[in-house]
């Protein structure tokens, strides 16, 4: 077994799943299947509570797989999120048919009961021809909240960012042993790797605004993926009825957001590039609750191997080429901060805000984002050599 599979991290498509995520599951949940597929207008008629409120109790124990898994995990995420969000008035309980099942699974997955990366971009996704590569116009969602070109484009442009980010993935580990083998040339090859593939990440990032417009993604796609952590709307959490574990009372989790993908975090780990002690660092660390497990540890992995910096500062002066690709890396990195934060301004901050449950101030996960990217930004440029 490779490095990468003993991580579950895939060669051919870095953190997405190794095989295409499954579109639907079996007869047993054909009910659940059912109100998924037809959430939009669902959530149109602001029906949606009512009909989960008369389904049957999910059926966890007939799940047979990883796959069949995650796919409930995303369809039972989706619901539970348009439950709490997608009426006018907000709620801060769900049913135990919803909430006992989403609990259960999400224990099993590592992951808190609530809409998380992994299942809004890693797990959402279906190829339009298989045999045609991960990437925009052969990839749509298999599950919306709304639907509409500028939701689907939102997420896809986050899911071609993982796939190019594979060559970046793979070339981590063997960066780090070309510094274990005092081997300068070869860190000096798979820089250029990461390199390449993050400018690549760079250009997708780029295409966002070509079909998603910041007013409809404020308006129309952004209220769905909070959580109920540092909500104005849900002050106190929201309960999960039948879930013992949690004794009635009211949890608090932070809602999806960018924050959660693995992709910078490996970035920043191996090119050494810090963040100062406060509630940022603290905020970065929390993400991890909400990444798929295997992928945490890959992440402590890569945190705690050779420092590639330390290499590049040692030979800074007799090896230029060396100095100069691991520049062309952070400085890289920077642009993508730099331009997510600009993103951020435009499609959040900017924007009107007329409900308390989606504020402009405060970032789906609950957090400051514009002072906290700005931030990120920062410390990112000041590691050049």
């Not at 048919?97 to 609530?114: D, E, M, Y």
């Not at 939102?154 to 510094?179: G, K, S």
């Not at 499609?347 to 957090?367: E, K, L, R």
């Amino acid at each position: 077994m490779t490095l990468l599979a003993q991580f579950e991290v895939s060669e051919k498509s870095g953190f997405l799943p190794e095989n295409d995520p499954l579109e639907t599951l079996g007869s047993d949940f054909q009910n659940w299947e059912s109100v998924a597929q037809n959430l939009p207008k669902y959530l149109v008629g602001d029906s949606l509570r009512k009909t989960v409120d008369e389904l049957k109790q999910f059926p966890t124990d007939k799940l047979k797989s990883r796959a069949e898994e995650e796919r409930a995990m995303l369809l039972l995420s989706y619901i539970g999120h348009g439950y709490v969000w997608g009426e006018k008035k907000v709620i801060d309980n769900i049913p135990s048919t919803l909430a006992v099942p989403w609990h259960a699974l999400a224990k099993k997955l590592g992951r808190p009961p609530v809409l998380s990366y992994a299942s809004y971009a890693l797990h959402n996704w279906k190829r339009l021809d298989k045999n045609r590569p991960v990437a925009l116009g052969n990839i749509a969602l298999i599950q919306n909240f709304l639907g509409g070109i500028d939701e689907e484009w939102f997420i896809l442009i986050h899911v071609e960012i993982e796939q190019l980010a594979t060559a970046a993935i793979r070339a981590l580990p063997l960066v780090q042993d070309a510094v274990a083998k005092n081997d300068a040339s070869e860190a000096n090859k798979q820089l250029q790797n990461i390199a390449k593939s993050a400018a690549q990440m760079y250009d997708t990032l780029v295409r966002m605004t070509e079909n998603c417009d910041p007013y409809i993604y404020y308006n129309r796609v952004r209220p769905y993926i909070h959580g109920w952590k540092n909500n104005p709307a849900l002050p106190n959490g929201l309960t999960y009825k039948g879930v013992k574990e949690y004794n009635n009372q009211p949890q608090q989790f932070r809602g999806e957001t960018g924050a959660q993908s693995s992709i910078v975090p490996c970035l920043d780990a191996v090119l050494g590039i810090g963040h100062e002690d406060g509630p940022l660092k603290q905020h970065l660390l929390e993400m991890r609750e909400y990444m798929p497990p295997k992928h945490r540890d890959f992440m402590a992995h890569i945190d705690n191997g050779p420092s590639v910096r330390d290499l590049v500062i040692k030979n800074k002066n007799n090896d230029q080429p060396l100095r100069n690709i691991y520049n062309e890396c952070v400085t890289t990195l920077e642009k993508f901060r730099a331009l997510h934060l600009k993103y951020a301004a435009s499609y959040i901050q900017q924007q009107s805000q007329t409900d308390s449950a989606n504020p402009n101030a405060v970032g789906t996960g609950g957090t400051p984002f514009m002072k906290y990217l700005e931030k990120h930004r920062g410390e990112t440029a000041r590691f050049i050599v």
